[in-house]
């Protein structure tokens, strides 16, 4: 007799989601920075101990949560960040899945405290492999601590696959990177076993990415802030004399989100295969901004890949822009005059829809996904026009230097490393 289909307990629901979800301790300090960054907290502490398998602790003054939503917040498919089909067509925030803390819950020890700016107390409630505590009153702050410890403690099989404390540190530490590197303009803090390893102020993001990728880089490396039709990129990439061996040093942000896309990787890589021998790698910290319902963030649940509507139209945006400031430091070095891209100064980030709208203005504040706001891309065709013809003189000369095979198979959606 066959087996019958029976329906999967929640405890094992979340479970299973929470392989996907939180596939190592870096995995469960990423979604809970994401969350610290969308409560709009301007400080963050986190704390590990034994490479966060023993414990994570992330502290922040955010909005905090209400004492009626802590149960929802350790719920399954609840959140607060979306509501319908539209809202998810054009996600302003760095999570939206409601599936985050539900799924850590599901295989930790967890502790969530928190208190909002109208409530006298904070709230406490913890949660043992998903089974939720009764909510207690408790002592703290405007703000939250999301406590973690003991993760896969109730799956010994997954915990099996964890490696050592340096390796499974090493890889917290590049996600603390690279939320770092996303809001400069917050400052935050990394402690492991009582150590302190990391302290940066709120600042620019020249200092912000100077502190992160070192001194070194940014001796040698460029800024560049490039809009057009409502795109714009804008960050520090490094002059082909400060080359890598690995691609340790490459991070790629949309609308402030950490990304791997094979469509802004092909762009870059082929902006240095003129000056960058193949087997180097260059470093850059580069930020994509556009309006959120042009790309589409609901790919995988780790939230690290995107696709974009309009690939080829971003390609070329970003391969141009690149491009063309690559050549600018290139250009004054032999010719010993200053040029605009070593003198613009550094940008600030602000919201895509002033370029849209055909602001060139530089906000004070830097970007936050909160600020995007949605336009119908049929509004934009002209501006689409306007940048094309904008590089029109320059296409022949790049479509001479890029190999017909790079873009064949660029089109083919061939994956190409970078």
Not at 395 to 400: D, I, V
Request: hydrophobic share 40%; charged share 20%; glycine share 6%.
């Amino acid at each position: 007799m066959g087996q019958h289909i029976h329906l999967l307990p929640d405890q094992l629901i979340s479970q299973i989601a929470a392989g996907e979800v939180v596939e190592r301790p870096a995995s469960a300090l990423k979604e809970i920075l994401e969350n610290s960054l969308d409560a709009n907290s301007r400080s963050i502490q986190v704390q590990l101990l034994q490479g966060g398998i023993k414990q994570i602790r992330v502290s922040d003054d955010g909005r905090g949560i209400a004492e009626q939503d802590l149960v929802l917040a350790l719920t399954r498919h609840a959140t607060s960040k979306i509501a319908n089909l539209e809202d998810l067509e054009a996600v302003a925030s760095l999570g939206f899945r409601g599936e985050a803390l539900a799924s850590i819950a599901s295989v930790s020890r967890m502790q969530l405290l928190s208190r909002q700016a109208e409530q006298s107390h904070a709230w406490k409630i913890a949660a043992d492999g998903a089974m939720l505590t009764e909510i207690q009153p408790a002592a703290l702050d405007v703000g939250t601590i999301v406590e973690v410890n003991d993760l896969y403690f109730n799956t010994p099989a997954r915990r099996k696959f964890l490696k050592s404390e340096a390796t499974e540190f090493a890889h917290c530490e590049e996600v603390f990177r690279r939320i770092a590197l996303s809001r400069p303009d917050l400052t935050m803090t990394l402690q492991h076993n009582g150590k302190v390893i990391a302290r940066y102020a709120a600042g620019s993001a020249e200092k912000r990415i100077a502190e992160v990728l070192g001194g070194e880089f940014a001796q040698h490396a460029f800024s560049l802030d490039e809009q057009a039709a409502g795109l714009r990129l804008w960050g520090m990439s490094a002059k082909p004399t400060f080359s890598r061996s690995a691609r340790d040093s490459q991070y790629v942000f949309v609308n402030g989100r950490f990304v791997r896309d094979k469509v802004l990787n092909h762009a870059i890589r082929q902006a240095y295969q003129d000056v960058l021998h193949h087997e180097r790698h260059p470093a850059y910290v580069l930020f994509f901004e556009l309006n959120p319902s042009l790309v589409d963030v609901n790919v995988h649940p780790a939230k690290t890949e995107v696709r974009f509507r309009e690939s080829q139209a971003v390609h070329q945006f970003i391969f141009h822009a690149l491009h063309r400031s690559l050549a600018a430091p290139l250009q004054a070095q032999n010719t010993g005059s200053p040029t605009d891209a070593m003198t613009t100064q550094w940008p600030s980030s602000s919201s895509t829809a002033n370029y849209a709208a055909g602001a060139n203005t530089h906000s004070s504040q830097p970007y936050m996904p909160g600020q995007q706001q949605r336009f119908d891309l049929s509004a934009n065709q002209q501006a689409l026009s306007d940048y094309a013809q904008m590089f029109a003189p320059m296409r022949q000369e790049f479509a001479q230097a890029i190999p017909s095979t790079s873009q064949a198979n660029f089109d083919s959606g061939e994956e190409h490393p970078l």
